[in-house]
């Protein structure tokens, strides 16, 4: 670390550059806990340095680079959303090509295009370090030369097991070669192409490299429009990854115990080969040899029943893992059954939801239109109040024409007899002349005081119109921001809940995965476990044989040390009611042995049928998660036709609207226009 400190801190100052408080942090052995008392930090703590969101110029690359490339502290580089670009990915690659620890290295969301991607290839082809590599949120894709240079290095490196390349925007020829690259990869176990676009040929060369690829487990194609029966056959291409490095990994250990259990043993014979030959080296100790070796055949025969039992002790084992097991799949597929039915019901609430949010809009619709036809019916009244007042008036101007020239044709007439009589109706003339002066004054006032009225009550109505247009446009505009935040709204709760139904359709897949890897497990195991009772029950029939070699060389020896005869003959009696003993028992287990056995064989077969329900199982949640999928694409589809109607209706909304606006203003220009010119 003080290597890493004084390199780092030199290239700054030589950069001219003030050294990066979040580096300075990840190098102090000491730390603040909740309390603010200094506590030292952990080993695993001191061993990754993480910059995430530290917008790292290019000098500051330069100098982390320098400090990075002979560095032996740090295992885990976090450099996510760093604002690196190519020019800092070139930095930070070439410095990496002489690192040897730094195991995991995250460059998400560092806009990383062509010549970036082309460094990290050759960084990789060099570089014998690195296991993990996330490059999410990049733009590796849009150039093939950036994703062909990161294919070539996965031809050659030898290291990597986990390559992450969501949302890079590669394309059907990027995941070609990529492909292409990986034929000849023999580490890469988990290739993270999730949001890209690798389409029918991109998902056709994955399902071809998996015939010569045989290490990659996990390839998520998520967001790739690859179709169902490509996807279906690189699950199974995977999924015989899977089963076959549990397998090595399983064969591996057993052939690590069998080799410990192999020495274990010979170093055992070795040792009762060597206590044999220091019993026979003299004759004079021939009955205390004999004695020592028939307590070592009844130890041997001890420790075949000791063996027996831990037998029947594994049987009783597998036995109780085997219920274990049943107990999980049953609470596995209630979780699952009741994940699928919490589902249903979030899909019909949706659903409820988006019905309201419709009910809603078409209720406002239906207020705003009879609002407007309301404000429509009082424009024709007043329009109508209007032409009747004009109507009025005509008439009125039309009867004073009338009396006018009524007046003059009674003047006119009775001229001749107003002058005969003049005298004498004179002053009754002139009354009536000043009453009729009087009323014509008396209704030309009126009248002018009834179109004053008329007008005011005009000027009030159109101010009325006014306000109501005005107040309709603005209930319009508040309608429209409110029908248009419903819809965000409703979208991004239809986006979110479409993410968590994918993430828990990822989770019920993972959960499936794990069980039929653990199944598989299981069944290997039972089957090696059968394989060492067979092992177990050889061993026992050689050590029989073994014991009837000993025996007969006891004999043997005894015919030849009849001297001995008495004390001899009474321990070879004894030995002998042993051995009969000893076979007796091993006809017992060998008869228990063979009932294991058939046991054993009828548990494998209850096993095989237990496997195919499961698969079938299996089988039928498959066959609901694509039934939901299919569901939710469904109601997508009809949510997005019914935004495009919805949107439709809006926009006649708005024509009607501007064409109603449009009309009444001409009206009112017709009405000026005709005022004037009265």
């Known amino acids: 670390m003080d290597v890493f400190k004084t390199t780092y801190l030199a290239r700054c100052a030589d950069l001219g550059i003030d050294p990066l408080r979040a580096v300075s942090e990840a190098l102090k052995p000491w730390s603040k806990d909740a309390t603010g008392s200094p506590s030292r930090r952990d080993k695993s703590s001191i061993q990754k340095l993480d910059l995430t969101s530290q917008s790292l110029s290019v000098k500051a690359c330069t100098a982390l680079g320098a400090a990075l490339a002979d560095d032996v502290v740090f295992t885990h580089v976090t450099l996510a959303d760093a604002f690196l670009g190519d020019d800092g990915c070139i930095l930070i690659a070439g410095a990496l090509k002489t690192n040897t620890t730094i195991t995991h290295l995250d460059l998400r969301g560092n806009s990383i295009r062509a010549d970036g991607a082309t460094a990290l290839g050759q960084m990789l082809k060099v570089n014998s370090a690195l296991k993990s590599l996330t490059l999410e949120w ?4 849009i150039w093939e030369i950036g994703i062909r240079a990161i294919a070539d290095a996965l031809s050659i490196n030898q290291t990597l097991e986990e390559l992450d390349l969501r949302n890079n925007k590669i394309g059907p020829q990027g995941v070609q070669a990529l492909a292409a690259g990986m034929k000849h990869n023999t580490t890469l176990r988990r290739l993270d192409l999730r949001w890209n676009n690798a389409g029918l040929i991109g998902g056709r060369a994955l399902v071809d490299l998996m015939k010569w690829n045989m290490v990659l487990e996990d390839i998520p194609l998520t967001g790739n429009e690859v179709p169902e029966d490509l996807s279906s056959a690189l699950f199974t291409s995977l999924e015989r990854n899977r089963s076959r490095h549990i397998q090595e990994q399983n064969t591996r250990m057993q052939s690590n ?8 043993i010979t170093q055992t014979h070795h040792e009762a080969l060597q ?6 080296a003299s004759t004079d100790s021939h009955a205390q040899s004999l004695q020592q070796r028939l307590a070592s055949a009844s130890r041997e025969i001890s420790e075949s029943q000791d063996a027996y039992r831990m037998i029947e002790a594994k049987y009783e084992r597998m036995a109780k893992e085997k219920e274990e097991m049943e107990e999980i799949l049953t609470r596995e597929r209630t979780d699952s059954r009741r994940l699928i039915s919490e589902l249903q019901g979030q899909l019909l609430t949706e659903r409820e939801k988006r019905m309201k949010l419709e009910d809603t809009f078409e209720k406002t619709r239906g207020q705003e239109t009879q609002k407007a036809l309301e404000l ?12 009747v007042l004009k109507r009025d008036k005509t008439m009125l101007l039309e009867d004073l024409d009338k009396a006018r020239e009524k007046e003059k044709s009674v003047n006119a007439l009775w001229e001749e007899k107003l002058q005969r009589t003049e005298t004498t109706h004179h002053n009754k003339l002139r009354a009536l002349q000043e009453a009729k002066d009087n009323e014509i004054a008396e209704k030309a ?4 005081e009834k179109v004053r009225t008329l007008a005011h ?3 009030l109505i159109e101010e009325e119109l006014d ?3 005005a107040k309709a446009l603005a209930d319009k505009r508040h309608w429209m921001d409110k029908v248009a935040e419903a819809e965000s709204r409703s979208r991004k709760e239809e986006e979110s809940r479409r993410r968590e139904l994918e993430s828990q359709l990822d989770a019920i897949t993972r959960q499936r995965d794990g069980l039929q890897s653990e199944l598989a497990s299981q069944i290997h195991t ?14 026992a029939q050689d050590q029989r044989l073994a014991l009837h070699e000993q025996l007969s060389d006891l004999k043997a020896q005894l015919v030849h040390a009849q001297s001995d005869a008495a004390q001899i003959r009474a321990r070879l009696d004894e030995t002998r009611k042993e051995a009969r003993t000893t076979e007796e028992k091993r006809a017992s287990l060998e008869s228990d042995l063979s009932r294991v056995r058939d046991e054993l064989v009828r548990e494998r077969e209850g096993r095989k049928v237990d496997l195919e329900r499961l698969q079938a199982t299996i089988s039928a949640m498959d066959a609901t998660i694509a039934k939901l999928k299919a569901t939710i694409q469904r109601k997508n589809e009809e949510l997005e036709e019914r935004d495009e109607e919805n949107e439709l209706k809006m926009k006649e909304l708005q024509l009607s609207i501007n064409a109603l606006m449009a009309q009444r203003t001409r009206k009112h220009h017709s009405r000026v226009t005709t005022d004037l010119a009265q």
């Open 275 to 280: 206590t044999l030959s220091s019993k026979l």
């Open 467 to 469: 306000a109501q247009k």
């Open 457 to 459: 009550e005009k000027a």
């Open 526 to 539: 039972h089957a090696q476990h059968l394989k060492g009772h067979e092992t177990e029950s050889k061993r």
């Open 376 to 387: 429509e019916a009082s424009l024709r009244e007043a329009e109508l109040r209007v032409e």
């Open 445 to 448: 006032r009126k009248h002018e």
């Open 257 to 264: 115990h069998y080799s410990q259990t192999i020495q274990t």
């Open 138 to 141: 990049n733009c590796i894709g």
